[in-house]
């Protein structure tokens, strides 16, 4: 189908016409000019309808992400809640969850449980009365991200947390393998620090970030390792 555009009638047709074509005209144009401003119109008003829905789809995505810790749920709040008291950190504004949440979050989302452990849970600790704050790792069961591993360690004087996380996720050797070797052929990404008969490990260069590869049999594991920091 082509596209034939609108033509309308020149002044100067219009002074050569009869005076009823001239009327004629003069209403054609009437109609096409009102007809056009009608147009203008309804595209303006669309235009506004559109910018106002994507106004209001960034505002609720604002919204959502600067919710901050209220923006959490029940479970996720109850976990951080653990870590802050467990290190001994007052946190009345809960910024420093927050900041705690944002820091891993693949972990605390989607479906998962977790349990944690501390200093003193061993009945022989020494670290009792109050000397076992500071230390907290908690392990998650993830259902997408597999089974990780947070360890938060907090000293006061240092206004700072250091994070050890690990995560293990399990595959079948054939893909484990060859992901193994596009990794190890990617020389200005990772680096080599150990290798078997089968396991391996490599370190993402400039960073405090490991990964640890087995094999055996026809199932395989990876485990990621790294440490972050979290200022206060």
């Given amino acids: 189908m082509e596209y034939s555009p609108f033509k309308t009638i020149s002044y100067e047709v219009v002074g050569t016409l009869s005076r009823s074509a001239k009327c004629a005209g003069i209403l054609l144009r009437c109609y096409i000019f009102k007809r056009t401003v009608w147009c203008i119109s ?59 949440y944002n820091a891993s979050t693949f972990a605390f989302d989607g479906d998962w449980s977790s349990y944690w452990t501390g200093l003193k849970e061993l009945s022989s600790s020494k670290y009792q009365d109050g000397k076992e704050k500071g230390v907290i790792e908690i392990a998650f069961n993830n259902v997408e991200q597999g089974t990780i ?21 399990h595959t079948g050797k054939k893909f484990l393998l060859e992901e193994f070797k596009k990794r190890k052929s990617d020389k200005e990404t990772y680096e080599v620090r150990h290798e078997g008969s089968n396991y391996a490990m490599l370190q993402t260069k400039g960073k405090v970030d490991y990964e640890l590869f087995h094999v055996k049999g026809d199932t395989g594991s990876l485990v990621y390792k790294g440490q972050l920091t979290i200022d206060l």
Avoid at 68 to 97: C, H, M
Avoid at 151 to 166: A, C, G, M, N, S
């Fill in 149 to 169: 591993f947070l360890t938060y360690v907090y000293k006061p004087e240092t206004k700072q947390i250091i994070l050890f996380h690990k995560q293990i996720r």
């Fill in 42 to 100: 309804i595209i303006k008003e669309n235009k506004m309808k559109k910018l106002l829905s994507l106004a209001l789809c960034l505002l609720s995505f604002n919204s959502f992400a600067l919710g901050g810790y209220e923006s959490l749920t029940e479970q996720q709040q109850n976990v951080l809640k653990s870590i802050v008291k467990q290190l001994g950190i007052t946190d009345k504004d809960n910024s420093i969850k927050f900041n705690i």
